[in-house]
């Protein structure tokens, strides 16, 4: 089976406090959508079977945070435990604040190969193989080092779709990416 054959979960982050932003970022409004509307369109365009957010509930299929205000690898983990249980073994893992990300900007983190990727510089979005996840990993650990401690391949991106994947954590940031 080819990475772009094998079933995949999608695990949105909507567990942050949205304090640099002034408002919840998950609820804001992109073009007539909430961002974590159009992230989950985004990530069901992009192939994924089943579609979870993790950490605040906004009416879409969701896990908790069992660690709120601990990092967003709490609800990286979580979203596992729940694509695991539903016999998914691989993972799209998105932020609610990059409501801009295309569905070009993942193909190449859905193409590659076990135990997944990131881009160079960006702990999400992730492409992981669940079973690449460390037994040790623990909600109070930065992205990045569950990234490396997944082993998981740094792919280059232009500046351009750095910008929509790193997202809007400020109202500034909102509306360059407007």
Known sequence: MTPSTIPFG????TGGASRRMGADKAALDWDGQRAVDRVAALASAAGAVRVLTAGRDHGLDHVDDPSPGAGPVGGVLAGARALLAKGLKRAL???????TATVEDL?????AE??????????????VSL????EDA????PLRRLVERAGLVALACDEAMRARLRGANTPEERAALS
Request: aromatic share 6%.
């Open 107 to 111: 193909a190449p983190l859905l193409a």
């Open 131 to 134: 079973s690449a996840l460390p």
């Open 93 to 99: 893992v998105l932020a609610v604040d990059a409501p």
């Open 10 to 13: 999608a695990i949105i982050l």
């Open 114 to 127: 076990a135990p997944g990727a990131v881009y160079d510089g960006l702990p999400v979005p992730m492409v």
């Open 138 to 141: 623990e909600a109070g650990w």
